[in-house]
């Protein structure tokens, strides 16, 4: 573990946007108005140069570092690498993560009101693509007066959004990290998402999105979905070591139906925990964004698509063992860029955690980030924000689990 | 990879302005080779060391390949562009003459394809580096005669049967080799231990390590 100190408390905060003139989305619908939920961590110097955007995956949200509450017990998704000393130094960074568009943290998605009706968009939300996220991003930091973020850095789907800024607004950051990811879902990756789209559709409680004002939700297809993705995020390595053949509250078989396993009271759990926190039509839309992603659809190759960001500096990281998003995904990424004279760091990571990894793996993580952040403040010549406050007191890190 | 072996002298202070880069002698003799502002490309950099080395006091724009999760730690603390990668792959991801030097230090004994990386070296970039261990060494020579074994050269920790594997050649067999393949020799630097030789008669007798850069004829 890093030098641990912890932003402290934080502020949820909301930027709302196309009030009158209406966002345009990749499908060609549009969508209006539009809110942006989003925390910020450290501060800005004055130049205005030290801004970091990170960007989260499939479950995520804006809060990823610190507590609301002073009694909480979980920091936020990524407190292990956000805070006064750790990989993304909230001394030297200002940090700034905002939920995606069609997310349920508070950024506009099905589960809030539709202007036109006044009742939860529900099916009716348009469907958005991993640009349209990133375009609301961007957003964001023109109304936070940055011109150019130092970088964007995200896991998994937070690292195909850290590439869709890098080959779209190269002028407007300088480096991007894109960890435990892919330049396009393949189609195993669509096919995983799909099972986790049917189990939703399959729960009668769904009722095609529109379960708002019944008092019943979706939970059995939501969990299911959740169940087959935890799975995706582990290891058959981590898997044996985390669970094994081991029985749950018991010594023999028990010759029946009920969950016997460790393995399996585990997923249950996950994905009964995993429908009181999120809204099973933005695990739709969600998906779908990503099922859509491929960086090569308008240029013809990933190179091509990188032909203009050439000048950015790239740390790609991938884990041995990740099978949701395979190295050679990270290692093709890698040689596209390279193709198109990019400096690209990259490191495929020893790790037995599976997908997840990339909030697991801190030690490395964090020599890593923080060299190549180092390297980027030395050449950008970064300045310090005047008059940081001091580390926190360091708080009881609790890990956090599979925000993947 | 082959970085990692013993130094063949005690690392004397770099030329840098800023904090001393400590350097060993046969990377020094690399370093020679390489003019200052060039674009530079490092395969097998090891803990980075040489090209920390050459981006500091020559101001090269570098970027390095290195095989184990070690070294790239290592590079990235010390704020280098590296790419994980295996050499053996070739350098098919790397544009045609995209560097003016390319390095290949200590690591061409272990390698199972001289000529590949060689040829990909020259089209990648328009000038190659390559350092070696000499095992036409008179020492080398002398322990093959009179002891009748393999002789451990000079600045290599691995021995015969160890991984990574080793094939021993000599000044002279890589001057036939760079011959056959049409490279001409630009430069030659030799030494012996960590000392320069001051002319190059009987090179291929006195020298322990060669360094040499290459070009496409």
Partial sequence: MSANGSVGLVQPQRLTFAENEPFQLDSGASLGPVTVAYETYGQLNADRTNAILITHALSGSAHAAGYHQPDEAKAGWWDDCIGPGKAFDTNKFFIICSNVLAGCYGSTGPSDPDPATGKPYGMHFPVVTIGDMVRAQVRLIDHLGIDSLLCVAGGS??????????????????????????????????????????????????????????????????????????????????????????????????????????????????????????????????????????????????????ANSADLRYLVLSFTSDWLYPSYHSKELVSALTAAGADVTYLDVQSSWGHDAFLLEVETMTKLLSGFLERLVQSEQVALPAGFSPAASPKEQSKTEAAA | MSDETEPSAPPRPGLSSGSPVLLRSDLLAIADMV???????????????????????????????????????????????????????????????????????????????????????????????????????????????????????????????????????????????????????????????????????????????????????
Wanted: with cysteine; net charge neutral.
């Fill in chain 2, 35 to 217: 003019p200052a502002g060039s674009r530079v490309l490092d395969l097998g950099c090891g803990d980075g060391a040489l090209l920390e080395y050459l981006v500091r006091s020559k101001q090269v724009t570098g970027r390095g390949v290195e095989r184990s999760e070690e070294g790239m730690l290592a590079c990235v603390r010390r704020g280098l562009s590296v790419r994980q990668g295996n050499l053996e792959e070739g350098l098919a991801d790397y544009p045609d003459a995209s560097f003016d030097s390319v390095i290949l230090s200590q690591t061409l004994p272990f390698l199972n394809d001289p000529a590949m990386i060689l040829s990909e070296m020259l089209r990648v970039g328009s000038r190659a580096i390559v350092s070696f261990p000499n095992w036409g060494f008179w020492r080398c020579r002398l322990e093959m005669l009179v002891a009748g074994r393999i002789p451990q050269v000079f600045d290599l920790a691995e021995r015969w049967h160890e991984a990574p594997r080793w094939q021993a050649f000599t000044v002279a067999d890589f001057c036939d080799f760079c011959h056959h393949l049409g490279f001409g020799i630009l430069e030659e630097i030799h030494l012996s231990r960590s000392r320069r030789l001051s002319s190059l008669r009987y090179k291929n007798l006195r020298a322990t390590t060669a360094v040499f850069a290459l070009q496409r004829l």
């Fill in chain 1, 157 to 306: 789907m937070g690292g195909m959004q850290a590439l869709e800024w890098a080959a779209h607004y190269p002028y407007r950051l300088k480096a991007a990290i894109p960890i435990a990811t892919t330049a396009h879902h393949s189609p195993m990756l669509i096919a995983l998402s799909e099972v986790g789209r049917q189990a939703i559709y399959a729960d009668p409680a769904w009722n095609n999105g529109d379960y708002y004002d019944a008092g019943l939700k979706p939970d059995a297809g939501l969990a299911v979905a959740r169940m087959v993705g935890h799975i995706t995020y582990l290891s058959e390595e981590s898997m044996q070591q985390k669970f094994g053949r081991r029985l749950q509250d018991q010594v023999r078989y028990g010759y029946e139906f009920r969950s016997e396993f460790q393995v399996e009271s585990y997923l249950k759990y996950k994905g009964h925990n995993f429908t009181r926190r999120f809204d099973a039509n933005s695990y739709l839309y969600v998906t779908k964004a990503m099922d859509y992603f491929d960086m090569s659809a308008e240029t013809g190759s990933v190179a091509a698509a990188f």
